[in-house]
């Protein structure tokens, strides 16, 4: 922590939101009006996860269904660890979500009547997915909120730019020091400051979605000395394409829509990996269930996304994101089974929040992926987390636009936090995938995460201090911890070596 400020130029706003994904905008837009300004590391629109998200947006809005109904998959899928009166909240908040964003133009899936054409994925009871384009929903809806924050005179955009450090007061966080385009430092002072940064799964060897999701903005929060909650509960997607890599090092999803519209998973024998009617749902049974069986088979000669039938032929129309992959890879889903492998996807705890998406800390806010509400319990319902992101984003810069208490003294005293959520050295990354990919992937036992805690350990030997690495690593650790004391398997968290009796030694208290 550094007192020296002077040197640095300084700028007040009254909302500052770190990160640009769905989250980020809904709480920008709600908040216009105020002076907004958001940072984005790399290109509005195209960072963090949400413009990849393939599946859409869950939403009560067919003739069967109810936000209550929602609210019971919701329950269940998260596997009694949910917060009740916020998955209510959630649920109830969805098809006006799904309005707004209608009305800001997102060009949602629809029958020629203009009804909402409706999908199923796993888990839901009812067809209640909200798409726009097929799968390319995360790319459309993005491109109708950045178009109505260009329409925002009161919201500034920071492109380029990377919220390092919280800055730190006797009454809170006060706003962050960034690193601008040019890697000159600034600091942005601020009444509200709120962490829309994604979640930490790019810490992982094997993931999907935004390599920016990497733990950074969590790493701000403890540095601001905020609490953390449910870090062992981390999904995996059970079919990201294998071998496809990207350059960045994500793994590109085949959608559970796929599996919604007929596709089946097979093991490279051919035989099937679940029985149409399991009594679970088969392959549309809970994601951590099938991801489990997909780690499986793929550690033993292979899993495999049959798209083969009618659905290879209209999945240029209806999926054309994975149409592409496929051409890319070279692959014929008409002749071809497609290779899949689990990926780390979504994490379900995070920066601890209450219902107003405050942390423990005064002055610092968290939503979307970073945020833990309580929402997602052990295992996140599919297609819920674009709707949290938008709703609760949204619902908290509309209460920030009409607080009183947005004014930050400029020029009082104030402390730097350390660097915490600058870049991470490649090297580090990559040691850090492959042991948290070893030690918490889709199985765990007491032996893997001791056994990781100790590679932990030496790498934060080997890095000294840097504080972005030490930060991850820190985390990293923690995460570890926390799965090594829940001794049960619940969700998302499977321990192969215990059913929720046996104590196990815990290293160091969280
Ligand atoms: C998918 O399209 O399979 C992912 C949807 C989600 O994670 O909610």
Same mark, same amino acid.
């Given at each position: 922590?550094?007192?020296?400020?002077?040197?640095?130029?300084?700028?007040?706003?009254?909302?500052?939101?770190?990160?640009?994904?769905?989250?980020?905008?809904?709480?920008?837009?709600?908040?216009?009006?105020?002076?907004?300004?958001?940072?984005?590391?790399?290109?509005?629109?195209?960072?963090?996860?949400?413009?990849?998200?393939?599946?859409?947006?869950?939403?009560?809005?067919?003739?069967?269904?109810?936000?209550?109904?929602?609210?019971?998959?919701?329950?269940?899928?998260?596997?009694?660890?949910?917060?009740?009166?916020?998955?209510?909240?959630?649920?109830?908040?969805?098809?006006?979500?799904?309005?707004?964003?209608?009305?800001?133009?997102?060009?949602?899936?629809?029958?020629?009547?203009?009804?909402?054409?409706?999908?199923?994925?796993?888990?839901?009871?009812?067809?209640?997915?909200?798409?726009?384009?097929?799968?390319?929903?995360?790319?459309?809806?993005?491109?109708?909120?950045?178009?109505?924050?260009?329409?925002?005179?009161?919201?500034?955009?920071?492109?380029?730019?990377? *919220?390092?450090?919280? +800055?730190?007061? /006797?009454?809170?966080?006060? $706003?962050? =020091?960034? #690193?601008? @385009? !040019? &890697?000159? %430092?600034?600091?942005?002072?601020?009444?509200?400051?709120?962490?829309?940064?994604?979640?930490?799964?790019?810490?992982?060897?094997?993931?999907?979605?935004?390599?920016?999701?990497?733990?950074?903005?969590?790493?701000?929060?403890?540095?601001?000395?905020?609490?953390?909650?449910?870090?062992?509960?981390?999904?995996?997607?059970?079919?990201?394409?294998?071998?496809?890599?990207?350059?960045?090092? *994500?793994?590109?999803? +085949?959608?559970? /829509?796929?599996?919604?519209? $007929?596709? =089946?998973? #097979?093991? @490279? !024998? &051919?035989? %099937?990996?679940?029985?149409?009617?399991?009594?679970?749902?088969?392959?549309?049974?809970?994601?951590?269930?099938?991801?489990?069986?997909?780690?499986?088979?793929?550690?033993?000669?292979?899993?495999?996304?049959?798209?083969?039938?009618?659905?290879?032929?209209?999945?240029?129309?209806?999926?054309?994101?994975?149409?592409?992959?496929?051409?890319?890879?070279?692959?014929?889903?008409?002749?071809?089974?497609?290779?899949?492998?689990?990926? /780390?996807?979504?994490?379900? $705890?995070?920066?601890?929040?209450?219902?107003?998406?405050?942390?423990?800390?005064?002055?610092?806010?968290?939503?979307?992926?970073?945020?833990?509400?309580?929402?997602?319990?052990?295992?996140?319902?599919?297609?819920?987390?674009?709707?949290?992101?938008?709703?609760?984003?949204?619902?908290?810069?509309?209460?920030?636009?009409?607080?009183?208490?947005?004014?930050?003294?400029?020029?009082?005293?104030?402390?730097?936090?350390?660097?915490?959520?600058?870049?991470?050295?490649?090297?580090?990354?990559?040691?850090?995938?492959?042991?948290?990919?070893?030690?918490?992937?889709?199985?765990?036992?007491?032996?893997?995460?001791?056994?990781?805690?100790?590679?932990?350990?030496?790498?934060?030997?080997?890095?000294?201090?840097?504080?972005?690495?030490?930060?991850?690593?820190?985390?990293?650790?923690?995460?570890?911890?926390?799965?090594?004391?829940?001794?049960?398997?619940?969700?998302?968290?499977?321990?192969?070596?215990?059913?929720?009796?046996?104590?196990?030694?815990?290293?160091?208290?969280?």
């Amino acid at each position: 922590m550094s007192r020296d400020s002077r040197d640095v130029p300084a700028e007040r706003v009254d909302v500052l939101v770190i990160g640009s994904g769905v989250a980020g905008l809904s709480v920008a837009l709600g908040a216009a009006g105020r002076r907004v300004c958001v940072v984005t590391p790399q290109q509005l629109g195209f960072d963090g996860s949400s413009m990849l998200a393939q599946g859409g947006i869950a939403a009560a809005m067919g003739e069967d269904d109810s936000p209550g109904r929602h609210a019971g998959d919701t329950l269940a899928a998260g596997a009694g660890r949910c917060d009740p009166t916020q998955v209510a909240r959630l649920t109830a908040a969805a098809p006006a979500t799904v309005e707004w964003l209608a009305g800001l133009g997102c060009p949602l899936d629809r029958f020629e009547d203009g009804r909402l054409s409706l999908g199923l994925e796993a888990a839901h009871s009812r067809a209640r997915i909200v798409h726009a384009g097929g799968d390319r929903s995360g790319a459309l809806l993005m491109a109708a909120l950045v178009q109505a924050i260009g329409k925002q005179e009161s919201v500034s955009v920071r492109a380029g730019w990377r *919220a390092v450090a919280p +800055l730190l007061s /006797a009454s809170g966080v006060t $706003g962050a =020091r960034v #690193r601008a @385009r !040019d &890697g000159s %430092l600034r600091d942005i002072h601020a009444g509200a400051t709120v962490l829309a940064t994604g979640g930490l799964t790019a810490l992982f060897e094997c993931y999907t979605g935004s390599p920016q999701a990497d733990g950074g903005g969590h790493c701000f929060a403890s540095e601001a000395g905020a609490a953390l909650s449910d870090l062992e509960f981390v999904q995996f997607h059970p079919t990201a394409f294998a071998g496809a890599g990207s350059p960045s090092g *994500a793994m590109p999803l +085949l959608t559970e /829509a796929l599996r919604g519209a $007929g596709a =089946r998973l #097979r093991r @490279r !024998d &051919g035989s %099937l990996l679940f029985g149409l009617d399991d009594g679970e749902g088969g392959d549309l049974g809970p994601r951590d269930r099938v991801a489990r069986a997909v780690h499986e088979a793929s550690r033993s000669g292979g899993a495999f996304l049959d798209l083969r039938g009618g659905l290879a032929g209209r999945l240029a129309q209806s999926f054309p994101t994975a149409a592409a992959l496929c051409r890319q890879q070279g692959i014929d889903p008409a002749r071809e089974l497609v290779p899949v492998s689990p990926a /780390a996807h979504y994490h379900m $705890g995070g920066i601890t929040v209450d219902a107003a998406a405050s942390t423990s800390v005064p002055g610092l806010y968290a939503v979307g992926e970073v945020a833990c509400t309580g929402v997602h319990g052990a295992n996140r319902l599919a297609s819920n987390s674009l709707l949290e992101g938008l709703a609760f984003g949204r619902d908290l810069g509309q209460r920030l636009a009409a607080s009183e208490r947005l004014s930050p003294a400029v020029g009082g005293r104030f402390k730097v936090g350390a660097p915490v959520a600058d870049m991470l050295a490649p090297d580090v990354h990559q040691r850090l995938g492959a042991c948290l990919w070893r030690a918490v992937g889709p199985v765990r036992d007491a032996g893997g995460l001791l056994a990781g805690l100790a590679e932990l350990e030496q790498l934060a030997f080997q890095v000294g201090d840097a504080p972005a690495a030490m930060a991850r690593i820190r985390l990293a650790e923690v995460l570890l911890q926390a799965a090594l004391r829940r001794t049960d398997s619940v969700g998302a968290h499977w321990r192969s070596d215990v059913n929720g009796a046996e104590a196990v030694p815990v290293l160091h208290a969280a």
